[in-house]
T-cell receptor
Framework: QQQVKQSPQSLIVQKGGISIINCAYE??????FPWYQQFPGKGPALLIA?????SEKKEGRFTISFNKSAKQFSLHIMDSQPGDSATYFC?????????????FGQGTELSVKP | EPEVTQTPSHQVTQMGQEVILRCVPI?????FYWYRQILGQKVEFLVS????????KSEIFDDQFSVERPDGSNFTLKIRSTKLEDSAMYFC?????????????FGQGTRLTVV
């Protein structure tokens, strides 16, 4: 019940295209859903995050769509660029005094071809 | 921009040896975490630390692991007797709020290789 399932494992997109990565969770206590971007040899860096009181959040070319009833959320990267090539992780956590440990998905390796 | 710093960037150790991984979290942050990432796999939670004590730990974080905040700035992860399967990238992270989820900032990681 603590798992977050992410797909696809890898994704190849042409420059200018839309990249879509999907995640699903089971624990309805999760109330924070961030996406992290990781370049080789670097730590994960927060890209965008959403809470379940909204169904969509957009920041520049990056959009999270959130479906609470289906317990799914997805990342859309519009106008994908070669510089977006990285590994993307969805994650989930729940608020509380124990703090917000992140449960990560398996990761998606995105390659944007010029 | 404030950042989480980790040292060393790469540590090679013999099986059975003790290692200490060091982290300097962002100065006003209150929550501290260790995560690990085995090559090609997902990032896994190890432990969270708040108010000078462990607040949560995963099943990975067994008796061989310990954490400490020896002074006001450093946060360390100790592995007492390393095993080959401890080889991984270890990430330290910190966040501001103990109650509401706020952004967790990750360090660059320490690559631990156990030989």
């Amino acid at each position: 019940q603590q798992q977050v399932k992410q797909s696809p494992q890898s994704l190849i997109v042409q420059k200018g295209g839309i990249s879509i990565i999907n995640c699903a969770y089971e624990n309805t206590a999760f109330d924070y859903f961030p996406w992290y971007q990781q370049f080789p040899g670097k730590g994960p860096a927060l890209l965008i995050a959403i809470r379940p009181d909204v169904s969509e959040k957009k920041e520049g070319r990056f959009t999270i769509s959130f479906n609470k009833s289906a317990k799914q959320f997805s990342l859309h990267i519009m106008d994908s660029q070669p510089g977006d090539s990285a590994t993307y992780f969805c994650a989930a956590s729940k608020s509380g005094n124990q703090g917000g440990k992140l449960i990560f998905g398996q990761g998606t390796e995105l390659s944007v071809k010029p | 921009e404030p950042e989480v710093t980790q040292t060393p960037s790469h540590q090679v150790t013999q099986m059975g040896q003790e290692v200490i991984l060091r982290c300097v979290p962002i100065s006003n942050h209150l929550y501290f975490y260790w995560y690990r990432q085995i090559l090609g796999q997902k990032v896994e939670f190890l432990v969270s630390f708040y108010n000078n004590e462990i607040s949560e730990k995963s099943e990975i974080f067994d008796d061989q692991f310990s954490v400490e905040r020896p002074d006001g700035s450093n946060f360390t992860l100790k592995i007492r007797s390393t095993k080959l399967e401890d080889s991984a990238m270890y990430f330290c992270a910190s966040s501001l709020s103990p109650r509401m989820n706020t952004e967790a900032f990750f360090g660059q990681g320490t690559r631990l290789t156990v030989v």
